[in-house]
T-cell receptor
Framework: GAVVSQHPSWVICKSGTSVKIECRSLDFQATTMFWYRQFPKQSLMLMATSNEGSKATYEQGVEKDKFLINHASLTLSTLTVTSAHPEDSSFYICSASESGNTGPHFGDGTRLSIL | GENVEQHPSTLSVQEGDSAVIKCTYS??????FPWYKQELGKGPQLIID?????GEKKDQRIAVTLNKTAKHFSLHITETQPEDSAVYFCAARLYNFNKFYFGSGTKLNVKP
C-alpha cells in the first residue's frame, strides 16, 4: 500500500536553530501534502497545505515565515522550522493522498524538542 | 468550514467486547469519511473509510456506518484485542476539496 516516509523521527536542538523535516511519498506521486502539528493527547492541527510547484497554503494563525514549506517534487515536501524556540517543541506529522478519492496516508511523525 | 465532533474521548472495554466510537459532522457537503488509528509515538494509520453513497462498510473486525441524514458516522470494533488499544480519529472531507477535518480523538483501552 501507499507509504509516506518522514525524516527525521526525532530532533533535539538548541534554541535558535533551524530544523528541516522531510516528507516523502515512497510509491506514489502526491501533488498535495499536508503538515500537521499535534500536542500531547490532542488532535491533529492542520498547519498548511503543500502544493507541488506553487506556494503553500497556511492555516489561520500559522506563521509562514516561521514554518517554511517547500514542495519541490511530486514525492517530496519539506517543513523548515526557522529559529526554533522551546514553544515550537511538538510532534509534527505530514500526510499525502495517493489520489483525491482516498484518505491521506500519514508519516510516522517527527518529535521536535527545542532546549 | 467543517466541524467534526467525536465521542467518547476515552473508552475502556474488556477484551472480547465490542467498542463503538461516534462522530458527527456539520457540513452536508462532506462526502468521504476515513478513520485512523494512532499508536503511541507514531503517525495515524488509515484503517477503514466510507463514502457518502454507502451506509455501511465492514473489514473483518471493524465496521463503519454512516447516517447522512443525521450527519453522523460510527466506528465499530468487535471482539476487541489488547492490540486494538490506541487513539482513534475520525475525519471528514468536503466534496471537491482536498482538506480533511479531524475529530478530537478517542483513546481506546482494551483490558486483557
Amino acid at each position: 500500500g501507499a507509504v509516506v516516509s518522514q525524516h527525521p523521527s526525532w530532533v533535539i536542538c538548541k534554541s535558535g536553530t533551524s530544523v528541516k523535516i522531510e516528507c516523502r511519498s515512497l510509491d506514489f506521486q502526491a501533488t498535495t501534502m499536508f503538515w500537521y502539528r499535534q500536542f500531547p493527547k490532542q488532535s491533529l492541527m492542520l498547519m498548511a497545505t503543500s502544493n507541488e510547484g506553487s506556494k503553500a497554503t497556511y492555516e489561520q494563525g500559522v506563521e509562514k515565515d516561521k514554518f517554511l514549506i517547500n514542495h519541490a517534487s511530486l514525492t517530496l515536501s519539506t517543513l523548515t522550522v526557522t529559529s526554533a524556540h522551546p514553544e515550537d517543541s511538538s510532534f509534527y506529522i505530514c500526510s499525502a493522498s495517493e489520489s483525491g478519492n482516498t484518505g491521506p496516508h500519514f508519516g510516522d511523525g517527527t518529535r521536535l524538542s527545542i532546549l | 468550514g467543517e466541524n467534526v465532533e467525536q465521542h467518547p474521548s476515552t473508552l475502556s472495554v474488556q477484551e472480547g467486547d465490542s467498542a463503538v466510537i461516534k462522530c458527527t459532522y456539520s457540513d452536508s457537503a462532506s462526502n468521504y469519511f476515513p478513520w485512523y488509528k494512532q499508536e503511541l509515538g507514531k503517525g495515524p494509520q488509515l484503517i477503514i473509510d466510507i463514502r457518502s453513497n454507502v451506509g455501511e462498510k465492514k473489514d473483518q473486525r471493524i465496521a463503519v456506518t454512516l447516517n447522512k441524514t443525521a450527519k453522523h458516522f460510527s466506528l465499530h470494533i468487535t471482539e476487541t484485542q489488547p492490540e486494538d488499544s490506541a487513539v482513534y480519529f475520525c475525519a471528514a472531507r468536503l466534496y471537491n476539496f482536498n482538506k480533511f477535518y479531524f475529530g478530537s480523538g478517542t483513546k481506546l483501552n482494551v483490558k486483557p
